[in-house]
Structures are given as structure tokens and as C-alpha cells.
């Protein structure tokens, strides 16, 4: 059944279509709905994390059910493991139900057709991904799309709140933007995607204490071996210092942007959190609550850069040759 404030659409005395404001006030609700259904996305990837920490990525040996039934009988490992599906069959389940919402209205279908079909792919994706990673034994590759999926996935829905804001409120008016500073925070951008590939492997393939110091990696020496699992690691470790570098210079070149600048901003601030809490997962030893909280950063980190590059895509060129930022 629709959301409250999300059912069928409205119309006046005479039949006619709703009127602006109530379509406003139809988006605006929208949006609402989005952002709530990201916030159970992003624990959904917190969760995984910790089903990963716990031991309990095989607590179900088999998918759909776990050992033939919907409800199993419970210890821990299972209870992280069955509530991960759960959790992802209600946020599934909401996706579906905004998704009628949508297509049953023209004035809403146009503008969030396009983004509303691509997170019904990465979806897909991703439940495909999560039964693979089961059927496949906790497979590198598959524990690794399954993270760079769910964070897809949450950066889709991201998207669609940003956007059925923006039918709310009106378009917001976009600065100029150089060639440079749109370039930088591309290269931020697939930078942090670089960054999600290793993170899954430092995961998947136990790689979180190949190096066992910090700054160094291990015996005091800063590259003791180049190789296997200590290579995944120190990549890691290179990419995060890349990163956090990278998003000192963006931010404030994109102060002046308005939306763009607040994003980059919180951006830079949450990337320094992220590698400080990748030192503490180190110097911890990979305690469950850390590795939890690694994942939640990681996760608003992509919803961060991925809206500040969509305002980048969408602002204007600046016309003044020269003026690469």
C-alpha cells in the first residue's frame, strides 16, 4: 500500500490534473520516502559488514532460506546472517512500492523514469550478487561486487531523493563550473571507486592485518613486500592517502558552488574520518564495532562524492577561456 502522502494521484473540483503546489507537495513526500529508504540501505551495508566480521557470510549454507527454512532456528551467527536477508527483502519491498508510485504518475514518471530503471538494474544486480556469494562459498569476487553493488544501489537512491527534491523546490541554480575542477572531481571520483575494489578485497581475502603497523606496514618497514595480500593492503593504504589528498584540493576549489561546494566540503570531512578509522581498524586489530563503522563512512563517503559529481555534471560550462577552476 502507498506511503501516507503517496497515494493515488490528485486532482481538483472539476477533475482536472493536481496543480502545482500539490505536486510539489506529492515530490516532496517523494523525497522523503527515498531518504528514509537510503538510511535502511545503508545499515543494510553496515549489516553485511558485520556479517562479514562475525563469521556468519556461510551461517546459511544455502539461499533463499537458510537450511531449507524462512525461519531457522537462531544463534548468532545465523541471527546476523537471516536478519542481513530480511532487512534486504523489506528495503526490496520498498524500492517496489515507490517504484508504483511513480510510474502511476505521468508528472512523476518523465523526470525519475531514468534513474528509477537504473536502480531497479543495480537491485537486481545485487540480490543476484548476495545468492552468488552464498553459492559460491564467500568467493572474492562476489563479496567484493556485493559491497561495490550496495553501495550502488544506495547512491541510485540518493539520487532520486536529490531529484524528487528538486521537482519539490524547482530546479536549484547551478554556478559555472571549469573544465578543471569538473576533471578533479571526476578523478575523485573514480579514485573512490578504485578505493571500494580494494576495500572489498582487503575484506574478501583477509588482508586487513597483512600489514600489521602504522604508518609503517610491518618490522618498521614501510613496503617489506609488494605482494599477495600485503599488496591489497598497502594499494589501500596509498589509495586512501590519494584520496584524502585529492579532496583537500577539490574542496576548496568548490567553495563558491553553492550544493557543489557543502558536498565536497563534507566530503573532504567524512574521507579524513574514513582513514582515520582505517588506522584504528589496523592498530585494533579489526575490532567488529570499528569494522562497522569503516563500512558506514565508507557508504556515506560514495553518497557524498557521487552527488557532488552529479552537480558537477550538470552545471554549466563556464564560457571565460582560461579559467580551469
Known amino acids: 500500500m502507498p506511503a501516507p502522502g503517496l497515494a493515488g494521484p490528485a486532482s481538483d473540483a472539476s477533475g482536472n490534473a493536481a496543480s502545482t503546489p500539490a505536486l510539489a507537495a506529492r515530490a516532496r513526500a517523494l523525497a522523503r520516502a527515498y531518504a528514509a529508504l537510503s538510511g ?15 563469521g556468519a557470510g556461510l551461517a546459511c549454507p544455502d539461499w533463499p532460506l537458510c537450511f531449507g527454512e524462512a525461519i531457522p532456528r537462531f544463534d548468532v551467527k545465523i541471527g546476523f546472517e537471516v536478519g542481513h536477508r530480511y532487512l534486504a527483502g523489506l528495503m526490496s519491498l520498498g524500492f517496489v512500492t515507490l517504484a508504483v508510485v511513480v510510474l502511476r504518475d505521468p508528472r512523476l514518471r518523465a523526470p525519475l523514469a531514468p534513474g528509477l530503471g537504473l536502480g531497479a538494474v543495480l537491485l537486481a544486480l545485487q540480490i543476484l550478487l548476495g545468492a552468488l556469494t552464498v553459492w559460491h562459498l564467500l568467493a572474492s569476487w562476489t563479496v567484493t561486487s556485493h559491497l561495490l553493488c550496495g553501495n550502488a544501489v544506495n547512491l541510485s537512491l540518493l539520487v532520486l531523493w536529490r531529484r524528487s ?3 519539490a523546490e524547482g530546479e536549484p541554480l547551478r554556478m559555472p563550473l571549469g573544465a578543471g575542477l569538473r576533471a578533479l572531481i571526476g578523478v575523485v571520483a573514480l579514485l573512490l571507486v578504485v578505493q571500494m575494489v580494494l576495500g572489498g578485497l582487503v575484506s574478501s581475502r583477509f588482508a586487513s592485518l597483512a600489514c600489521d603497523e602504522w604508518p609503517t606496514c610491518s618490522g618498521g618497514e614501510w613496503f617489506p613486500g609488494f605482494h599477495g595480500a600485503r599488496a591489497i593492503h598497502l594499494l589501500h593504504r596509498l589509495g586512501a592517502y590519494a584520496l584524502v ?11 563558491g558552488h553553492g550544493r557543489l561546494a557543502r558536498l565536497m566540503a563534507a566530503a573532504a570531512l567524512v574521507a579524513v574520518l574514513q ?6 581498524n589496523v592498530l585494533l586489530r579489526v575490532p567488529v564495532e570499528v569494522t562497522g563503522l569503516h563500512s558506514f563512512l565508507a557508504a556515506c563517503l560514495v553518497g557524498l562524492v557521487g552527488l557532488a559529481t552529479r552537480e558537477a555534471w550538470l552545471a554549466p560550462r563556464r564560457a571565460r577561456p582560461g579559467a580551469a577552476l
Not at 275 to 280: N, Q
Open 40 to 54: 535502511v540501505t545503508t545499515c543494510l551495508i553496515v549489516l553485511g559488514a558485520l556479517v562479514r566480521a562475525n
Open 275 to 280: 582513514a582515520t578509522v582505517g588506522i584504528a
Open 165 to 167: 527534491s528538486e521537482l
Open 245 to 255: 589528498g585529492l579532496l583537500a584540493v577539490a574542496a576548496p576549489a568548490a567553495r
